[in-house]
């Protein structure tokens, strides 16, 4: 099990090597800080330039989640290798799950890359008042995107075209995630569906932690990061289930 584990890992790492436009949404990284960074200049609110370099940094992990899911079941059926995971001695969601979890980790770099923008660019610097919140905060956020990640990618086993699910279903993500601006700030009739979707949980204690005030919650909130991204973790398990019963039955793999 664990060579097949290092194995997706690996194969993961190649894919980025051999196909660099999964990366897109990081390389956008530095151009979202610049529009972000604007408005706070403009608007002459400098207590916000911490929400704006982090906002950057959010929406490229979850693009990258949402956007490699999908494409790593397209491109395994374009490459010919998705009839070959049915044969291997671990689970298909197990192996999917190592690999949006390589690409979860990569993407967590884009934080470095909008920190580098705003302080390059403008001068800015922002201190993490709370760095172990702020840590724990990445950690669950990553256990949860990858959970995500792994369930999304597989209701794009049942679609021959992902790109429209994922256009679809990205920026409804991200508003209700509270990547744009903070959940207390949406309609009020949005709060409450913006509570069922980990990222508002996780973008809310990422930028609690860069206050000097103290953080309120903190375990219950990185609970609550980790149980709705398992729970998504779950789902995806069982439409999984559903989904290779019925292609090993009717033995339309490619064609589900």
């Given amino acids: 099990m664990i060579p097949v584990i290092l194995g997706a890992a690996r194969f993961q790492l190649q894919t980025f090597r051999h196909h660099p436009e999964c990366l897109m949404s990081m390389l956008l990284v530095p151009f979202q800080t610049v529009v972000f960074m604007s408005l706070v200049r403009h608007a002459d609110r400098p207590d916000l330039t911490g929400y704006a370099i982090l906002a950057p940094a959010v929406i490229a992990v979850m693009?990258?989640?949402?956007?490699?899911?999908?494409e790593l079941i397209s491109r395994d059926r374009g490459l010919g290798t998705f009839e070959a995971l049915l044969a291997l001695p671990?689970?298909?969601?197990?192996?999917?799950?190592?690999?949006?979890g390589v690409v979860t980790v990569v993407s967590l770099l884009a934080i470095v890359e909008s920190w580098l923008t705003?302080?390059?660019?403008?001068?800015?610097?922002?201190?993490?008042?709370?760095?172990?919140?702020?840590?724990?905060?990445?950690?669950?956020?990553a256990i949860g995107v990858a959970?995500?990640?792994?369930?999304?990618?597989?209701?794009?086993?049942?679609?021959?075209?992902?790109?429209?699910?994922?256009?679809s279903i990205s920026y409804p993500i991200l508003l209700l995630g509270g990547a744009f601006v903070p959940v207390d700030l949406l309609p009020g009739w949005l709060q409450p569906l913006s509570r069922v979707v980990f990222l508002s949980w996780s973008t809310d204690l990422l930028r609690d932690?860069?206050?000097?005030?103290?953080?309120?919650?903190?375990?219950?909130?990185?609970?609550?990061?980790?149980?709705?991204?398992?729970?998504?973790?779950?789902?995806?398990?069982?439409?999984?289930?559903?989904?290779?019963?019925?292609?090993?039955?009717?033995?339309?793999?490619?064609?589900a």
């Fill in 147 to 167: 959970g995500a990640a792994t369930a999304m990618s597989a209701t794009f086993i049942l679609s021959r075209s992902a790109r429209t699910f994922q256009n």
């Fill in 63 to 70: 693009m990258m989640a949402i956007l490699e899911s999908g």
């Fill in 90 to 100: 671990v689970s298909i969601p197990t192996v999917v799950l190592v690999r949006t």
């Fill in 209 to 255: 932690s860069l206050n000097p005030a103290p953080v309120t919650a903190v375990a219950g909130r990185l609970a609550m990061v980790i149980l709705l991204g398992g729970a998504m973790f779950a789902v995806g398990l069982w439409i999984y289930r559903v989904i290779l019963r019925r292609v090993r039955t009717t033995g339309e793999v490619s064609f």
């Fill in 118 to 141: 705003a302080s390059l660019l403008f001068g800015a610097t922002v201190e993490v008042a709370h760095l172990g919140v702020f840590l724990a905060t990445l950690l669950a956020t």
